[in-house]
């Protein structure tokens, strides 16, 4: 029988009556014809409330017992899950990630799927269980302990299985009814793209656009995994939602398919560093070591033997960085004359794999900002995106903006 | 190194504090030189939470899922009690049933306890751990599904793993400071016992003073394992508590050790049952069927064939008895001309070791009822109990007046 994986997160599973109405969906794909394997989440807050309780007990904790507590969200659902099939005539069971077993490395909170062995499961749909629930985010290291996957777990559990049993799709249910264009709140225009490629998803998604967790989507890609994400509370239908897949699935696509936009960031200016061989890994060597995310870099023109080197970070990590960077200076690592922070600055990016084939994407980028008399601190780019920094206060219009210039409110 | 077994209940771990609190009284055995295995139970309030949603979700639920889901509470806390330890540096880890693993017969919901290996944990203690933490009331099926041991499986967890690693002491953390000759709020002269023996314990616990489980008490006195109930909350030293051990542990004991209630009772009478070979068989057998917990029974007289039959059960469950021997007289297998219900009845027993050896006890128990002006419905006997069925309202003044009379303020 052809298989498909679904998975519900938190707010699609927050209490009994939205477990119904989640495992009525299962119910359709079971009329249809289908095996289903499902993967839930906690119900919302469980979670939180787990980590709180973690977080009370032991600030600086044991990552391997932080896993044990916070993952038996993750059973709850699961049980009630198969609970509520079963109810509804539906052959259901559950199955806790150790049950699987789904084995990971021993990198506790931020584990790393390395197997899922599909012969139990597959066994009992062969006996006719219809659906297999698994609790999502979990697995077991080598040394039999609990992990968890970290952030977004329960979409990576979700491609990992669809995977591993060569599913016709994954559809990953949450309470947006898709991927937009760009924020709906910021732009009224913002239109639901019926596909989108995962190369464009992944840099939509690391810039702020969060509706898949990054690591799941690269599973995705790596393993060629039709994945789709649509709402829990709208319609059910193979046309709904936005299906994130290859490029070769793409017939027609915009140039430009989405802005993306980020809030929180922050530029730093080292004014005037000795420009020497090595000069970028005694800035960023330090930074790395305090945990700063480092995203944009540019290095200004070089005059007499000096230069000014500026880089974005998220804004809360602005402290960490000048400490690091202080420290290196005292500790005769790094010179520089001063070290300036601008944290009122937004990110803005252009994403489409069109650019690839078509140029002069940059060019209207700028000309539109400029337009509008926005001025640009920094700029990046990649092969499918154009990035740049600009102030904040003009975040929202900048998106509107080039929305408009791309003229994404048209199907491509 | 000796091994103590120390078991706190969901009131000694119901929040983060309560935690911290049972986590030192842990940290005092350790310094004294104990390796500890701790067994924990849900967080309070927890287990119900799960219970409820499983209720909501299924009426008729599948207990593989209601095991799955009802045994996350007890590695909720597991987790948190291991972190405590840790953040007050004494080396711990936690445990969860299936990781021991803690094997069990595939009685869901009521599971018993087959095998507990000790090379995984001995050797952790071996490597410089001091505190084992284990997940109480849960273990794995031969299918490796979660079972959980039934109503007050955590006690009986406790007892199973001092036996089976031969703990010198197993104790039992809860929110009364011991076992008491009487309940305190009926008769204020109810004196807290040093010890008790196993067989009278269990008589106790059965007859409503539920301190312990009765499966825990049992697997106790078949493994001789050393029994202490204390309270999480009073003074914490060898002598705390209520010791529950061997008889031969017990140097000296009152002929009478305690008197035991039990509110909720019910008498019933068969009224002119035809006294035939295998009439018992045939009232008895469709109560079992129909789950009636029959507990004392006795036959009067035969007159010219015809007998009256009384038994004591529940009174929650005498409409499940009504409608069982309703059934049975319609289908033709008994013949009675009266059901008489009496559910204004109490039982109050006394029950002692001492009994074995002195005699006159059911005499005196009997002289001060009358002498009280309370008249007894029904007597049962046994090696170390006399029980008797009265008037519910007089049930307090009963029990002081046979506390008295047995000088049971006094220690043996």
Redo the contacts between chains.
């Keep these: 029988m052809p298989l498909l994986v679904m998975k519900f997160g938190g707010t699609s599973v927050a209490n009994?009556d939205r477990?119904r109405r989640a495992a009525k969906r299962v119910g359709v794909e079971v009329a249809r014809g289908y095996d289903v394997i499902v993967i839930v989440s906690a119900m919302s807050g469980k979670t939180n409330e787990?980590v709180g309780?973690?977080n009370?007990?032991?600030p600086f904790?044991?990552a391997?017992?932080?896993d044990?507590?916070v993952s038996?969200?993750e059973?709850?659902t699961?049980?009630?899950m198969?609970?509520?099939l079963?109810?509804m005539d539906v052959p259901a069971?559950?199955w806790?990630g150790?049950?699987v077993p789904l084995r990971t490395n021993s990198a506790h909170s931020a584990a790393r799927i390395e197997s899922i062995p599909t012969e139990n499961i597959t066994s009992k749909f062969a006996q006719g269980m219809r659906v297999a629930v698994i609790a999502g985010f979990q697995g077991i290291s080598p040394e039999?302990?609990?992990t968890t996957l970290g952030r977004g777990g329960s979409d990576t559990t979700a491609v990992a299985f669809a995977a591993a049993f060569g599913a016709e799709r994954c559809d990953i249910y949450t309470d947006v009814d898709g991927v937009y264009t760009t924020d709906p709140r910021i732009a009224s225009k913002a239109r639901k793209l019926d596909r989108i490629a995962f190369e464009e998803m992944l840099e939509l998604a690391s810039l702020g656009a969060k509706v898949l967790q990054t690591r799941s989507v690269e599973l995705a890609m790596r393993y060629n995994v039709k994945l789709r994400v649509l709402s829990s509370f709208g319609e059910q239908s193979d046309e709904a939602g936005t299906l994130v897949c290859s490029e070769e699935d793409i017939v027609e696509s915009n140039v430009v398919n989405g802005i993306a936009y980020s809030r929180d960031e922050a530029k730093m200016t080292l004014v005037s560093v000795a420009d020497r061989p090595g000069i970028a890994a005694a800035i960023f060597g330090p930074l790395s070591d305090a945990g700063v995310n480092v995203d944009m870099i540019i290095q200004n023109i070089s005059e007499e033997g000096r230069t000014d080197m500026t880089f974005s970070c998220p804004v809360d990590q602005v402290k960490r960085a000048e400490r690091a960077l202080s420290e290196a200076k005292a500790a005769g690592e790094l010179n520089f004359h001063d070290l300036i922070a601008d944290t009122d600055v937004a990110k803005i990016s252009a994403v489409g794999i069109g650019m690839r084939s078509q140029s002069g994407v940059a060019a209207r980028m700028f000309r539109t900002l400029r337009d509008e008399g926005i001025n640009i601190k920094v700029i990046a780019t990649s092969e499918i995106k154009i990035s740049v920094l600009i102030d904040r206060k003009y975040m929202e219009l900048a998106v509107q903006a080039l929305h408009d210039a791309f003229e994404l409110e048209k199907p491509g």
């Design positions: 009994i477990i787990l309780w973690v009370e007990t032991a904790y044991d391997r017992e932080y044990a507590v038996s969200g059973n709850v699961a049980g009630l198969a609970l509520t079963q109810e069971r559950s806790q150790w049950q039999n302990r609990i």
